[in-house]
């Protein structure tokens, strides 16, 4: 059974960083790509960032592009999103998630992914 399980979030001031982590266990994780959602209290899911499965190319929402970085170490099975000058804006839950693999629907559908963990809250204050 496949568990994704994220850390690292936290209350910071605007202008501030966080390292979200997810730690990956019950499937290979050196073979699916990665990505990073959130959902802001009354919105719907959006998508922030996502990796191919080696690490060798990222892709981001133009909301975060510059300011977030998303990474792997297959070695540890662990996903992360290295946040800098955090917004108000970011405050969500953040939730990382495995890609589909066969699927033709793009890197930023979230029906794309088929397993989720429960998500990390990010509070930003201005």
């Known amino acids: 059974q496949v568990q994704l399980v994220e850390s690292g979030g936290g209350l910071v001031q605007a202008g501030g960083s966080l390292t979200l982590s997810c730690a990956a266990s019950g499937r290979t994780f050196s073979r699916y790509a990665m990505g990073w959602f959130r959902q802001a209290p009354g919105k719907g899911r959006e998508f922030v960032a996502a990796i191919n499965s080696i690490g060798s190319v990222t892709y981001y929402a133009d909301s975060v592009k510059g300011r977030f970085t998303i990474s792997r170490d297959n070695a540890k099975n662990t996903l992360y999103l290295q946040m800098n000058n955090l917004k108000p804006e970011d405050t969500a839950v953040y939730s990382c998630?495995?890609?589909?693999?066969?699927?033709?629907?793009?890197?930023?559908?979230?029906?794309?992914?088929?397993?989720w963990g429960q998500g990390t809250q990010v509070t930003v204050s201005s």
């Open positions: 998630a495995t890609r589909r693999v066969p699927t033709t629907l793009t890197i930023k559908e979230e029906l794309g992914y088929d397993y």
